[in-house]
């Protein structure tokens, strides 16, 4: 008999199919009742899958009570309530490692598009404002400071990728880490007064909420750039949207936002301000490979006990 497994959250087509063959899965994502149709049918469930910015909380856990298993799609664990899991001893796999590339390369779009406002000037030429004169002069990238706040999988990807720039890097975190050849500061403030381009690279959740503050946000200063691809959740917004709107930092490039999908209107007139819908994993080539570990967690985890790349 196949494993009962839940759906919480679609996943591409091609994995859809796959977890079908090997799992007895059911599609909550279709549910229209879904608390109803946990409280009839959790205990049903060994299994489930999920996605980084869905996640699974204390209650549905709860309403889960012989799972054994996890399989989240992406690499943030923000909205996965791990020490329930743990305490419980399910085991939870995630992606990461396989969408460094694409997120770090998405921080280089949004870094180089705030700072030369490639997009800004595509909608100058859009509307035709071309002929009436040139674009106002933008920022250079090359030989610039990057700062880096969280130097972990995707942080050093970064870092590797403004060598290209030849820029100089200093980072914040938690702690220095070893084998990292650029400066650690312990302050934050200081790091973005030091910089040119403050990016972010941390994980979410309680430990990093409002990291960079308004105070954060005034050393950067009216000559920094803002670059997020990490949790909307570790800016604060508000304070972000009043630095931008005031011009007291240069620009920002936003993948990601405390609210999504919701992003607060009073950027959308702004031209200092590059807006994405968190894609930045959002590759063919990225998600086949994230959506490939989903499955292979899964796979491991009932032909050996563990998932291969555990989040606990
Ligand atoms: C995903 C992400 O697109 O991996 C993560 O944590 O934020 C993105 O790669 C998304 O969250 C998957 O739901």
């Known amino acids: 008999m196949k494993p009962r497994l839940l759906q919480h959250g679609r996943l591409p087509e091609q994995t859809e199919a796959r977890l079908a063959e090997h799992f007895d899965v059911h599609p909550f994502w279709a549910e229209s009742d879904p608390a109803a149709y946990l409280a009839q049918h959790g205990g049903e469930f060994v299994a489930m899958t999920t996605r980084a910015a869905t996640g699974v909380d204390a209650t549905m856990l709860a309403a889960l009570p012989n799972l054994r298993v996890v399989s989240s799609f992406g690499v943030g664990l923000d909205k996965l309530d791990l020490d329930t899991a743990r305490a ?13 590339d694409c997120v770090a390369d998405t921080a280089f779009a949004l870094l180089m598009d705030a700072a030369r406002q490639v997009s800004a000037a595509d909608r100058y030429v859009r509307r035709g404002a071309w002929p009436r004169g040139p674009y106002p002069l933008t920022t250079r990238v090359s030989g610039k400071r990057l700062g880096i706040v969280g130097m972990g999988r995707i942080g050093r990807v970064i870092a590797k990728r403004s060598s290209g720039f030849d820029m100089e890097v200093r980072y914040f975190g938690r702690k220095a880490q070893d084998g990292v050849p650029y400066g650690f500061e312990p302050s934050l403030p200081a790091l973005a007064e030091w910089a040119d381009f403050l990016v972010i690279a941390a994980s979410g959740g309680p430990e990093t909420r409002h990291l960079v503050s308004a105070d954060v946000l005034k050393a950067l200063g009216p000559q920094g750039y803002l670059i997020n691809i990490a949790r909307g959740t570790v800016v604060d917004e508000a ?3 009043d630095a931008l709107a005031n011009q007291r930092i240069a620009g920002a490039g936003l993948d990601v936002f405390e609210d999504e999908p919701n992003v607060p209107p009073a950027l959308f007139a702004l031209d200092n301000v590059v807006l994405l819908p968190h894609v930045a994993s959002g590759t063919h080539e990225t998600r ?16 050996t006990g563990a ?4 989040a606990i």
């Not at 419980?88 to 460094?100: E, F, H, S």
């Not at 998932?307 to 555990?310: G, N």
């Open 239 to 241: 304070a972000l949207v």
């Open 88 to 100: 419980r001893g399910i085991a939870v796999g995630y992606t990461p490692d396989v969408l460094n």
């Open 288 to 303: 086949a490979a994230m959506a490939g570990l989903v499955f292979d967690n899964l796979q491991s985890f009932f032909a």
């Open 307 to 310: 998932v291969l790349r555990s």
